[in-house]
């Protein structure tokens, strides 16, 4: 029988060394069905980060796999030089829950990292300009020009590689980069948008872009009226709104389709992947039509939109609005919150619990006073985890913020034993 240890000591071997790996002892997955997984050992875990939030339903979902091995057994293959139905049934599905109003029109790419660089790409062609701003504590993806994006050292392996960039201050209200307290600050991180403008740009940007929580930042998650105050400064001075939905899309916020949806804000861009395609590559952007028609130079993704995606995508997004995620997002995330603020109450190496629907969040820290960040208790608490049998994730700039958002299939007990576990884990590290 191989064993975790074998697959990963080929690993270490094989690949590169910026692949890294969860666990002081990291595990090799085997199969999965629904929320839990099963190692090469036949070890059986529950699993409340699905992949990074990318299987968005549920490991080995049967609609899902049916329709994609119907496709694989007719074409897998042909290239975006040839129409593909299956790309249009998923585009097609994709617009209708949009938070794009009126005409709009798709493009699609094999991941997040592509769906961004693609939306930047547009925006500066469709404003001939040039500059974007992005966000602190956000993550784009690992191209150049994503990386660029990106405001965190860990995941910059060069200095910035394409001019016009800035980033304004994250919605950060657990750690207000002015030391300021909600809602009598009067959202000033957004508010500083207008000076920020005015100093670090031209005058003129092409875009606003950002997560409506930020993923690998570590959940934060912005007042409701930030985006209101933010984006109507940046269209004040001509730009774009690009609205990142890779971690929040797909009904995962609870109560609506997109994270955006709650903030009461149309963007002009959004970029899908992970959950889109229930684990299959996939990554999409949508635009306004009369920004999508401003691309008019040669373009091409091989496995853009591919068949094998493409079914991957549109029988997902059909068998979420059969379950109806944003509603069961929303309930089951109310759940799960209880149970998070309970456990504040009685552990107090949680600083913070945060979040929307089936994304939530545990911010560790040393002391509550000072908030010093404890990463070594968030990695504690994940091995803890572990060894009950319990997958979480980790994030956040300072590497310590638990991060929860299991599929979302997952049903009540299985909920309910994941808490009763990090409840467990949290009083051993304590």
């Known amino acids: 029988m191989t064993t975790n240890q074998e697959v990963a000591a080929k690993q270490k071997e094989l ?22 997984l099963w190692d090469v050992e036949g070890n059986e875990y529950l699993d409340l980060f699905g992949g990074i939030l990318t299987v968005s339903l549920g490991h080995a979902e049967p609609r899902v796999t049916d329709a994609v091995v119907a496709q694989a057994r007719k074409l897998v293959h042909t ?46 062609v469709f404003t001939k300009t040039t500059e974007i701003i992005a966000l602190r504590h956000s993550y784009s993806g690992r191209t150049l020009v994503a990386m660029t994006n990106t405001a965190h ?40 948008l207008e000076e920020l403008i005015a100093t670090c740009t031209t005058g003129h940007p092409a875009a606003f872009f950002a997560e409506p929580i930020l993923g690998v930042g570590g959940f934060i998650t912005p007042p409701r009226e930030y985006f209101q105050i933010a984006v109507g400064i940046v269209r004040k001075h001509g730009g774009l709104f690009i609205c990142d939905e890779v971690q929040t899309g797909f009904g995962r916020t ?3 389709w997109n994270g955006i949806e709650h903030h009461g804000v149309e963007p002009d861009l959004v970029t899908y992947a992970k959950g889109i395609a229930n684990g299959y590559a996939m990554g999409a952007t949508l635009a306004r039509a009369d920004i999508a028609d401003a691309f008019t130079a040669g373009s091409i993704a091989t496995f853009g939109g591919n068949p094998i995606s493409a079914t ?66 968030t990695n504690r608490f994940a091995e803890a985890c572990k060894r009950r049998k319990l997958l979480v994730g980790k994030g956040g700039l300072y590497g310590n913020t638990v991060r929860i958002a299991p599929p979302m299939l997952i049903g009540e007990d299985e909920l309910d034993a994941a808490c009763d576990i990090m409840d467990a884990a949290l009083a051993e590290i304590a």
């Open 15 to 36: 690949l590169f060394p910026c692949v890294a790996t969860y666990y002081e002892e990291p595990i090799a997955f085997e199969r999965g069905e629904g929320a839990r």
């Open 79 to 124: 290239s975006a030089l040839y129409p593909i139905p299956a790309q249009v049934a998923a585009a097609e599905r994709l617009i209708q829950i949009s938070p794009i109003k009126g005409k709009q029109k798709a493009f699609f790419t094999s991941s997040g990292t592509e769906a961004d660089e693609t939306a930047l790409v547009l925006a500066k």
């Open 153 to 192: 050292a860990k995941y910059r392996a060069l200095p910035a590689q394409v001019p016009g960039t800035v980033h304004a201050h994250a919605p950060y209200c657990y750690r207000c980069p002015y030391g300021l307290a909600y809602p009598s600050c009067e959202v000033r991180c957004a508010q500083d």
């Open 254 to 256: 609870g109560e609506h």
């Open 312 to 377: 991957a995508a549109a029988a997902t997004m059909s068998v979420m609005a059969d379950e109806r995620i944003p509603e069961r997002a929303a309930r089951l995330g109310a759940r799960l919150r209880g149970r998070l603020e309970q456990m504040k109450e009685r552990h107090a190496v949680i600083g913070d619990v945060r979040g929307k629907g089936l994304m939530q969040a545990l911010e560790l820290v040393e002391d509550r006073t000072t908030k010093q960040p404890a990463p070594g208790a």
